[in-house]
């Protein structure tokens, strides 16, 4: 099987997290599988004023695109 390597230069130009302690930032697969296991979704599913509130729980999700 071919092995991947993260992008993760690449991401950090694109990702909108706020939090800047976090050691997750640009590597999308470590952060994604955090994210879920919290029953939440990164910073990147969010508008940015709904960012930085840092609630990234699932109702907060559904209540900004459940319209």
């Keep these: 099987m071919k092995e991947r390597s993260c992008n ?3 991401n950090l130009k694109k990702c909108n997290c706020t939090y800047d302690p ?3 930032k640009g590597i999308c697969c470590e952060c994604i599988d955090y994210h879920w296991r919290m029953k939440q ?3 990147c599913y969010f508008p940015a004023e ?3 509130t840092y ?4 109702k907060k999700f559904i209540q ?3 319209k």
Aim: hydrophobic share 20%; with cysteine; aromatic share 6%.
């Design 41 to 43: 979704l990164p910073a």
């Design 64 to 66: 900004c695109y459940g």
């Design 22 to 24: 976090c050691s997750r």
């Design 55 to 58: 609630d990234r729980s699932l």
């Design 50 to 52: 709904v960012e930085r």
């Design 8 to 10: 993760e230069e690449k």
